[in-house]
């Protein structure tokens, strides 16, 4: 198996160079740039497999590499942003990046991260049937192709607005939603911008399948941006 090429797009040179050696020990090849100028060069020249993008770069502006990069390639990008900047992760995410991380970030999170964007990106180009296979994290299962979801050995019983939501996060699971991705993937184009709706639906989601909505085990929230699904354990099998 050939090794998956990472590129660290990030000027500061300490978390840079943390990413790095973190990276290589997992048996990564493991690409730098400083500037966005010199990243958009390597993601043309040598096409890495996953993209870590700082957003914060001395010559250009992290959404614009992304419009850049998306215009040509739907290589994975996880961006790399403050901890306080969630409509910056917001509009990085809906212009096509995979995911985020926030600074300052320990090693498991990093590689959990791009872990479930690779698996995602390899899994849309190599296995159509992936959607057929049920998702399964600690107690729950979801089963797609009877549209069954169970705790434990109980049925839970959705609506189909909830059934919907939870499919779409399953299917992504790992991987921060937005909530105007989950909107439109819900209800649609024309969607209500309002994220209220979610909220109530997610409300209602929690009751059923959490132990306690308030400490959720399944379906987390990623404030002031989306929802995260936990990773399907039967990838990692
Ligand atoms: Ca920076």
């Given at each position: 198996?050939?090794?998956?090429?990472?590129?660290?797009?990030e000027?500061?040179?300490?978390?840079?160079?943390?990413?790095?050696?973190?990276?290589?020990?997992?048996?990564?090849?493991?690409?730098?740039?400083?500037?966005?100028?010199?990243?958009?060069?390597i993601?043309?020249?040598?096409?890495?497999?996953?993209i870590?993008?700082?957003?914060?770069?001395?010559?250009?502006?992290?959404?614009?590499?992304?419009?850049?990069?998306?215009?040509?390639?739907?290589?994975?990008?996880?961006v790399?942003?403050?901890?306080?900047?969630?409509?910056?992760?917001?509009?990085?995410?809906?212009?096509?990046?995979?995911?985020?991380?926030?600074?300052?970030?320990?090693?498991?999170?990093?590689?959990?991260?791009?872990?479930?964007s690779?698996?995602?990106?390899?899994?849309?180009?190599?296995?159509?049937?992936?959607?057929?296979?049920?998702?399964?994290?600690?107690?729950?299962?979801?089963?797609?192709?009877?549209?069954?979801?169970?705790?434990?050995?109980?049925?839970?019983?959705?609506?189909?607005?909830?059934?919907?939501?939870v499919?779409?996060?399953?299917?992504?699971?790992?991987?921060?939603?937005?909530?105007?991705?989950?909107l439109s993937?819900?209800?649609?184009?024309?969607?209500?911008?309002?994220?209220?709706?979610?909220?109530?639906?997610?409300?209602?989601?929690?009751?059923?399948?959490?132990?306690?909505?308030?400490?959720?085990?399944?379906?987390?929230?990623?404030?002031?941006?989306?929802?995260r699904?936990?990773?399907?354990?039967?990838?990692?099998a």
């Amino acid at each position: 198996m050939s090794k998956c090429s990472v590129l660290i797009i990030e000027d500061e040179k300490k978390i840079q160079v943390f990413m790095g050696k973190v990276l290589k020990r997992q048996e990564y090849r493991v690409l730098y740039a400083d500037t966005g100028a010199q990243g958009l060069d390597i993601i043309r020249s040598q096409c890495p497999d996953i993209i870590l993008l700082d957003l914060g770069l001395p010559d250009m502006n992290g959404d614009d590499i992304i419009k850049e990069v998306r215009s040509w390639t739907s290589t994975p990008i996880i961006v790399i942003s403050a901890r306080t900047a969630e409509r910056e992760k917001v509009i990085a995410l809906d212009l096509g990046a995979d995911d985020y991380i926030t600074k300052p970030f320990g090693t498991s999170e990093l590689l959990a991260r791009i872990r479930a964007s690779l698996r995602h990106s390899n899994r849309l180009r190599t296995d159509e049937n992936y959607y057929l296979r049920p998702y399964r994290h600690g107690d729950m299962t979801l089963d797609f192709s009877r549209r069954l979801l169970t705790v434990g050995t109980t049925e839970v019983h959705l609506t189909p607005i909830e059934y919907k939501i939870v499919a779409y996060l399953a299917q992504n699971s790992g991987k921060v939603i937005t909530y105007s991705a989950l909107l439109s993937s819900v209800w649609g184009p024309y969607a209500d911008g309002d994220n209220k709706i979610l909220r109530v639906n997610m409300a209602n989601i929690r009751r059923k399948i959490e132990s306690d909505p308030a400490q959720p085990k399944y379906i987390f929230t990623e404030v002031g941006v989306g929802y995260r699904m936990a990773e399907d354990e039967t990838e990692n099998a």
